[in-house]
């Protein structure tokens, strides 16, 4: 994969943290809340506003570092090169690869579409006590009921109020994305947009966050859809977003059926096998259920 580095000025990496700035290579601009990680390891953290970040690289100098952002080409880097040579590693451009989506969007902007529909939202909702970490993604799989082509128009998902904040509990931010179902791989598959949805959650309560998406042109395929929930930081630590825990905290369903996965940064899906056990009436009627985060889609089909 092809990337361009820029030598600037001769450059230090102080007790080996690593600061650089992420920009566009086709017209310079900054890229904001792109995702940084060392491969293989929940440690990273994502640019700010201004496209900057800063890593400590100090225990991983035998890894390599991950870039990777909506729309963009994700880059490795070997750590040693960088620890060598930070200088060369002070901006770094990412190319685009919006071009693969396009005629899918072309697509569904010259169809006609019918009546509204919706799915998801179960029953049997709770939220989680403890936050899960800056980067992750929750995703979870849609059916589509009559397996006809049609387009996404909204989307929303509830999160729910953190007690007991601590010292490394951080508001997050949410960004929504939105994949094909790889049947093949049982897990997600390409990416059915390109657009940066970002909700940017300010209170720590019980709400409803929604995204109407009308004008983003998200196709509904006949196999379904995978969309996905990423707790972003709007603020990244100096050093490692990984010591963080998030809030508002996600809810979620208890089903039989399990439907979700967690990508860490973009460095993998792994689905979500472990299960609940819930009292019953009586004490032999115990259940197990897979854990779903509470997810509703609005859908239209083709005429």
């Not at 086709?26 to 496209?51: F, H, M, P, Q």
């Not at 825990?245 to 860490?264: A, D, G, I």
Request: aromatic share 14%; hydrophobic share 30%.
């Amino acid at each position: 994969m092809k990337f361009l580095i820029v030598l600037l000025f001769p450059f230090v990496c102080v007790g080996q943290n690593f600061n650089s700035q992420i920009k566009a290579s086709k017209n310079s601009e900054v890229l904001s809340y792109v995702n940084i990680s060392i491969l293989n390891k929940r440690v990273g953290t994502n640019t700010d506003a201004n496209g900057e970040f800063t890593l400590n690289l100090k225990n991983f100098k035998k890894d390599t570092l991950l870039i990777s952002y909506l729309g963009y080409t994700s880059i490795k880097i070997p750590v040693k090169n960088i620890l060598a040579y930070p200088s060369e590693y002070k901006l770094i451009y990412l190319e685009e690869e919006k071009e693969k989506i396009d005629e899918i969007i072309l697509s569904v902007k010259r169809k006609k579409y019918g009546f509204s529909h919706t799915i998801g939202a179960r029953k049997n909702w709770f939220s989680s006590s403890v936050g899960v970490q800056f980067g992750m993604e929750q995703t979870i799989y849609f059916e589509n009921p009559k397996e006809k082509k049609g387009k996404i128009e909204e989307v929303s998902f509830w999160v729910n109020k953190k007690d007991n904040l601590y010292s490394n509990s951080r508001l997050t931010w949410f960004r929504i994305k939105f994949y094909e179902y790889d049947s093949t791989k049982n897990e997600p598959g390409k990416l059915l947009s390109y657009e940066d949805i970002l909700l940017k959650s300010v209170e720590n309560k019980k709400q409803e966050l929604k995204v109407k998406l009308k004008n983003y042109h998200i196709p509904f395929p006949t196999s379904g859809i995978c969309v996905s929930i990423e707790t972003v930081n709007p603020n990244p630590n100096q050093k490692n977003d990984s010591q963080f825990m998030t809030y508002p905290v996600l809810m979620y369903s208890r089903e039989k059926e399990n439907r979700s996965w967690h990508n860490y940064r973009d460095q993998g899906w792994y689905a979500r096998t472990s299960q609940e056990r819930v009292e019953g009436v009586w004490a032999w009627s115990k259940k197990l259920y897979y854990i779903n985060p509470t997810i509703k889609i609005k859908y239209k089909y083709e005429r």
